[in-house]
């Protein structure tokens, strides 16, 4: 009587950790009948899709959760047993003229098990607070002021020519002939500035306000991949921007102030993001303002000195809105939140946290 308890005990701990599902899945297979290794093969597909599914409903919205899902997905998958149970076929159909296995399946999922595995691979969990690396960021956000269009020099000639007769009589013997003359003149016009084709030249100009939205919205993607993120607002001034804004590259004199002043703090890890606006244009789609952008994430670890250590990007993308001004700031920050996951995907995969 006492097992037969402890027994049930046991199968309503194992049912409260499992979680029930329907799964389906098309196996196609290559030899001429369906064989047992097949059936294994389908089978095991039939568990992958049921994964995919368990991940997709319980990371919905939970990129950071789902991010570290990704991490261990081949680990899952090579102990799929481990995680996935089938209770019972609802469907099996053999299509052999198309050779393909049909499954439609009632399973369990070891959520429990599966929750630990994901939870282990989470930078956070390897992270006491106080181990959690600082990581400054700083953003500066530019869009077009001037676009100024440089010509093509044309140049083009025109010639004119005139044959003009005369007739002349001989002294000697008063023949006659006709001695012809040709005379020719040549017009030259040139329009334009250079010889060579000129491109347009864009003057740049920052957008003030957004660096802080930009910030808030990127410090959430660091701050759940285990990183400490500041504003580095607070110990940077506004020259970075200013020179950003006048061209691609910053002097000497700023960079060796930038890196100065973030090795003086003593933040590890510091992220320069430029951001710039491509285009606005109308959508085809609804015809409101759609703006274009472009984000480059420049990466630097600094001790005694600060090295870039990764440039990511640059990364694209666009989003529209009521007016120019919210198409601008929701295109920069959807970018900007793009950059910083394809940064934190870097870092973890040099083994940065």
């Not at 329907?22 to 047992?36: D, E, G, H």
């Not at 864009?202 to 959430?220: H, L, P, Q, S, V």
């Not at 120019?324 to 083994?351: P, R, V």
């Given at each position: 009587m006492i097992k037969i308890i402890v027994v049930f005990f046991v199968f309503i701990f194992n049912f409260a950790l499992a979680e029930e599902m329907?799964?389906?899945?098309?196996?196609?297979?290559?030899?001429?009948?369906?064989?047992?290794d097949d059936k294994i093969k389908a089978e095991n597909e039939l568990k992958k899709i049921a994964i995919k599914k368990f991940a997709n409903e319980k990371f919905k919205g939970n990129k950071s959760g789902y991010r570290d899902f990704k991490k261990v997905e081949d680990q899952i998958y090579d102990d799929i047993?481990?995680?996935?149970?089938?209770?019972?076929?609802?469907?099996?159909?053999?299509?052999t003229k198309n050779k393909t296995l049909k499954l439609t399946a009632k399973v369990d999922i070891m959520e429990m098990d599966l929750e630990f595995l994901i939870f282990d691979s989470s930078a956070i969990a390897n992270a006491m607070p106080s181990e959690l690396s600082e990581i400054a960021l700083y953003a500066v956000a530019l869009r077009p002021?001037?676009?100024?269009?440089?010509?093509?020099?044309?140049?083009?000639?025109?010639?004119?020519?005139?044959?003009?007769?005369?007739?002349?009589?001989?002294?000697?013997d008063d023949s006659g002939a006709e001695i012809?003359?040709?005379?020719?003149?040549?017009?030259?016009?040139?329009?334009?500035?250079?010889?060579?084709?000129?491109?347009?030249?864009?003057?740049?100009?920052?957008?003030?306000?957004?660096?802080?939205?930009?910030?808030?919205?990127?410090?959430?993607?660091?701050?759940d991949n285990g990183f400490s993120p500041i504003d580095a607002i607070q110990f940077l001034d506004d020259r970075i921007a200013e020179e950003y804004a006048k061209g691609e590259d910053l002097s000497s004199e700023t960079k060796n102030y930038m890196y100065k002043e973030t090795i003086n703090v003593g933040i590890p890890f510091l992220i320069i993001s430029r951001l710039k606006v491509e285009n606005i244009y109308k959508s085809k789609q609804n015809g409101k303002p759609t703006a274009a952008v472009s984000v480059i994430n420049s990466v630097f670890q600094c001790s005694k000195f600060c090295?870039?250590?990764?440039?990511?990007?640059?990364?694209?993308?666009?989003?529209?809105?009521?007016?120019?001004?919210?198409?601008?700031?929701?295109?920069?920050?959807?970018?900007?939140?793009?950059?910083?996951?394809?940064?934190?995907?870097?870092?973890?995969?040099?083994?940065?946290?």
């Open positions: 329907n799964v389906s899945s098309s196996y196609k297979y290559k030899s001429f009948s369906l064989t047992k047993d481990s995680y996935v149970n089938i209770i019972a076929y609802l469907v099996e159909e053999n299509d002021n001037k676009i100024i269009s440089f010509d093509n020099k044309e140049t083009s000639v025109s010639k004119n020519s005139r044959e003009t007769y005369n007739s002349e009589t001989s002294e000697i012809s003359s040709l005379s020719e003149n040549e017009t030259i016009s040139q329009s334009g500035g250079s010889s060579e084709y000129k491109s347009d030249k864009i003057e740049y100009g920052r957008i003030n306000g957004i660096a802080e939205d930009i910030f808030f919205k990127t410090a959430e993607v660091y701050t090295k870039l250590i990764a440039t990511v990007g640059p990364v694209q993308g666009a989003q529209y809105g009521n007016g120019e001004n919210q198409a601008i700031t929701s295109a920069l920050i959807f970018a900007a939140d793009l950059a910083a996951q394809q940064t934190i995907d870097m870092l973890s995969s040099q083994g940065f946290r």
